[in-house]
């Protein structure tokens, strides 16, 4: 087992600043050459700190805040606009950077892509429902609207 500190979320892991213990295989080929974890070591201590602080500067307060947000987030589609043939086929797929820009457009708040959720690639014209996570305890079920560009 390898002893690494998380320095990105990783869904069913942690977040930033976590402390975990992972199969060695798993460290060493998904964890560490993506960068998303940094092996753990004494001096660590002060880097772990940092992180956890950048993070709570990040992240939504408290529950109430995030419920909050989430209604806000809930009660309108978030449209985004794509290349596409006559068919309804997108050029390509509408990407997690993209569904946040565009809830930051519509007047929601701004959010990390990293929080947000596609099941199924999205890449046709149509209605979607993405899942956008705003806290550990509250996510937000979002409708996106996929329109062609004119």
């Known amino acids: 087992m390898a002893k690494l500190i998380l320095t990105h979320e990783v869904t069913g892991l942690g977040a930033p600043g976590d402390v975990i213990e992972v199969k060695d295989g798993y460290a060493r080929n998904y964890l560490l050459p993506r960068g998303l974890a940094t092996a753990w070591t004494k001096g660590a201590e002060k880097q772990i700190a940092g992180i956890?602080?950048?993070?709570?500067?990040?992240?939504?307060?408290?529950?109430?805040?995030?419920?909050?947000?989430?209604?806000?987030?809930?009660?309108?589609?978030?449209?985004?606009?794509?290349?596409?043939?006559?068919?309804?086929?997108?050029?390509?797929?509408?990407?997690?950077?993209?569904i946040a820009a565009a809830v930051t457009a519509a007047g929601g708040p701004a959010i990390d892509?990293?929080?947000?959720?596609?099941?199924?690639?999205?890449?046709?014209?149509?209605?979607?429902?993405?899942?956008?996570?705003?806290?550990?305890?509250?996510?937000?079920?979002?409708?996106?609207?996929?329109?062609?560009?004119?």
């Open 113 to 150: 892509k990293r929080k947000v959720e596609i099941g199924q690639p999205i890449k046709s014209i149509g209605d979607f429902q993405v899942q956008v996570r705003l806290h550990t305890d509250v996510s937000a079920q979002i409708d996106v609207r996929v329109v062609p560009e004119a």
């Open 52 to 98: 956890r602080k950048a993070r709570k500067a990040r992240e939504i307060a408290t529950l109430d805040d995030a419920k909050a947000v989430r209604d806000s987030l809930q009660s309108k589609p978030v449209v985004v606009t794509a290349r596409a043939g006559a068919s309804g086929r997108l050029f390509g797929a509408v990407t997690t950077s993209e």
